[in-house]
Nanobody, 122 residues
Framework: QVQLVESGGGLVQAGGSLRLSCAAS????????MGWFRQAPGKERDFVGS????????VYAEFVKGRFTISRDNAKSTVYLRMNNLKPEDTGVYYC???????????????WGKGTQVTVYS
């Protein structure tokens, strides 16, 4: 019902920045909370941050707070993750997800993108 496509990943030096985008299909984007998760090789998927339906409220994992910013453009059905001061431990596959309520728990999300690779080198 909802298709999510991430883009913007790549290779970046530590201290650099990237902006990830997630484009959503369908006319109900504004009714969905959106989240970002990441997964390092051999590790579980971790919560990065989320944003409410209107974009007026965001929640972040402690390890990215102050460095990452989530925003959304409902007219474009797109959510963004701006990542500043990247660290090698930020390396992983970043996933966009959509849910009715969202939050920090991955199982609360109903739709997932395929992910985009972010690699940070020192």
């Amino acid at each position: 019902q909802v298709q999510l496509v991430e883009s913007g990943g790549g290779l970046v030096q530590a201290g650099g920045s990237l902006r990830l985008s997630c484009a959503a299909s369908g006319p109900t984007f504004s009714s969905l909370a959106m989240g970002w998760f990441r997964q390092a090789p051999g590790k579980e998927r971790d919560f990065v941050g989320s944003i409410n339906r209107s974009g007026s409220s965001t929640v972040y994992a402690e390890f990215v707070k102050g460095r990452f910013t989530i925003s959304r453009d409902n007219a474009k059905s797109t959510v963004y993750l701006r990542m500043n001061n990247l660290k090698p431990e930020d390396t992983g596959v970043y996933y966009c997800a959509a849910a009715t309520w969202g939050g920090r728990i991955a199982t609360a999300y109903d739709y997932w993108g395929k992910g985009t690779q972010v690699t940070v080198y020192s």
